[in-house]
């Protein structure tokens, strides 16, 4: 793949880390990821030998989130508006992709997440941070709505003060801050990150398999009836209008 790298781990079996391959962009989330993505996803639903995947980034980001330069900048791009409704619901879909997987999945973040690194992060099952990470959801500053489906599953995973604020001022927040709020299981030491993921990953493991299955399935199905997604339904036309009035990053 382009975007990422794919290791099954030779020491613990049924686990595979997955890192976002994008350095010179900070890992910045294009089309070609998005899609790596989803098929990644498509075919671990039929791999009954991975059982924990890891989630990290190259370098010294996670992800600096949607990559702007791919989005589209002006009306002419209503041309086809249907092709812009579609593509516009890209995040959307590799967030549900993510959030779907039968696998446990651990996030371990390095350095900064932004934006829909934030999402992707939301729609992981356990999450564990170096203690130089750090948080920001600028979509407002960019004139563009929070969409991918995000304010459900921040809702369920910081709660609603919480996720008003982030979400509404664009602040940045510590991993420390994050783990006091709950949307961090662990911070570690910036050394320890991947070594911190694995132990975790090789605690899972060491379950029975389905028992830990049926666990993960049962708490995603009880997340959703706390905070249900359907009311972001419209995340796409909100986007794609968005760009369309103004483009992120227009002056005026």
């Not at 600028?138 to 604020?165: F, H, Q, S, V, Y």
Request: hydrophobic share 45%; glycine share 6%.
């Amino acid at each position: 793949m382009e975007t990422l790298k794919l290791e099954r781990d030779s020491e613990l079996a049924g686990l595979m880390t997955v890192t976002l391959d994008r350095p010179e962009s900070l890992n910045a989330i294009n089309l070609k990821m998005h899609t790596e993505l989803q098929d990644l996803c498509r075919q671990l639903q039929s791999d009954t030998q991975i059982r924990v995947v890891i989630f990290t980034g190259v370098g010294r980001a996670f992800s600096a989130g949607a990559d702007l330069k791919e989005v589209p900048r002006s009306r002419g791009d209503l041309s086809n508006p249907l092709e812009l409704r579609q593509r516009s619901g890209t995040g959307n879909a590799t967030s549900a992709a993510l959030e779907g997987l039968d696998q446990v999945t651990i996030a371990a973040v390095n350095g900064l997440a932004i934006g829909g690194a934030v999402v992707f992060l939301s729609a992981m099952d356990l999450r564990l941070a170096a203690e130089s990470a750090w948080f920001c959801i600028p979509e407002i500053d960019l004139k563009i709505p929070l969409t991918w489906n995000a304010l459900p599953r921040l809702m369920r995973e910081l709660g609603p003060a919480r996720t008003r604020e982030l979400v509404m001022t664009g602040d940045r927040f510590s991993a420390q801050d994050a783990l006091e709020w709950g949307f961090l299981n662990h911070v570690t030491a910036d050394d320890a990150l991947l070594a911190t993921a694995r132990k975790l990953a090789a605690k899972l493991l060491a379950k029975d398999p389905l028992s830990l299955a049926l666990t993960k399935s049962t708490t995603r199905a009880l997340a959703n009836l706390m905070v249900p997604g359907e009311p972001t339904h419209s995340d796409r036309e909100y986007l794609m209008l968005s760009y369309l009035v103004r483009p992120p990053n227009d002056p005026d």
